[in-house]
T-cell receptor, first 112, second 107 residues
Framework: NAGVTQTPKFQVLKTGQSMTLQCAQDMNHNSMYWYRQDPGMGLRLIYYSASEGTTDKGEVPNGYNVSRLNKREFSLRLESAAPSQTSVYFC???????????FGDGTRLSIL | LAKTTQPISMDSYEGQEVNITCSHNNIATNDYITWYQQFPSQGPRFIIQGYKTKVTNEVASLFIPADRKSSTLSLPRVSLSDTAVYYCLGGGNKLTFGGGTRVLVKP
């Protein structure tokens, strides 16, 4: 039972490049989330998906897009990466809203 | 958005009890209160969740007063491995983690 799996674990991009961060969960959870965490800071919600087929904006959605591909997978796309998007990105899932979230190990993204 | 406020940091010693209080402004009627623990270079890990009164599990207790405007996470007899950042969440769709409380356990 892997829980929440994020790929890649590390990535370096140049400004203007695009990239998709992948997330998959094997717990049959309905809700999935994407957060970013800047050094020494708390987590900020980028987007979430309450259930398959739905997505909604969080606190900091600008510069990102998401796709809930199916119940298991929730991807985060940076269309034109900017240095301000250098961060650690965490994906999480839960049975439903208001239920405890299970987090992946994160993707460390640097944009030069 | 549900907003939470918690102390930035606190120090303790091995074997002591650590209590972290969080205020939950604008918590909605159907929101749960959830606490997470995060170690460096790892994702947050769920500790405990409650709606009101007291909840206890194998690692912590959570105290929530009747007005639900605050909550207190209690870690009994901490060890060095409990050094981490602890986050409280007021719940709801649009979750706000805030800065968390950095707990340092000293020998």
């Amino acid at each position: 039972n892997a829980g929440v799996t994020q790929t890649p674990k590390f990535q370096v991009l140049k400004t203007g490049q695009s990239m998709t961060l992948q997330c998959a969960q094997d717990m049959n959870h309905n809700s999935m989330y994407w957060y970013r965490q800047d050094p020494g800071m708390g987590l900020r919600l980028i987007y979430y998906s309450a259930s398959e087929g739905t997505t909604d904006k969080g606190e900091v959605p600008n510069g990102y897009n998401v796709s809930r591909l199916n119940k298991r997978e929730f991807s985060l796309r940076l269309e034109s990466a900017a240095p301000s998007q250098t961060s650690v990105y965490f994906c999480a899932s839960s049975e439903a809203n208001n239920q405890p979230q299970h987090f992946g190990d994160g993707t460390r993204l640097s944009i030069l | 958005l549900a907003k939470t406020t918690q102390p930035i940091s606190m120090d303790s010693y091995e074997g002591q009890e650590v209590n972290i209080t969080c205020s939950h402004n604008n918590i909605a009627t159907n929101d749960y209160i959830t606490w997470y623990q995060q170690f460096p270079s790892q994702g947050p890990r769920f500790i405990i969740q409650g709606y009101k009164t007291k909840v206890t599990n194998e690692v912590a207790s959570l105290f929530i007063p009747a007005d639900r405007k605050s909550s207190t996470l209690s870690l009994p007899r901490v060890s060095l491995s409990d050094t981490a950042v602890y986050y409280c969440l007021g719940g709801g769709n649009k979750l706000t983690f805030g800065g968390g409380t950095r707990v340092l356990v000293k020998p």
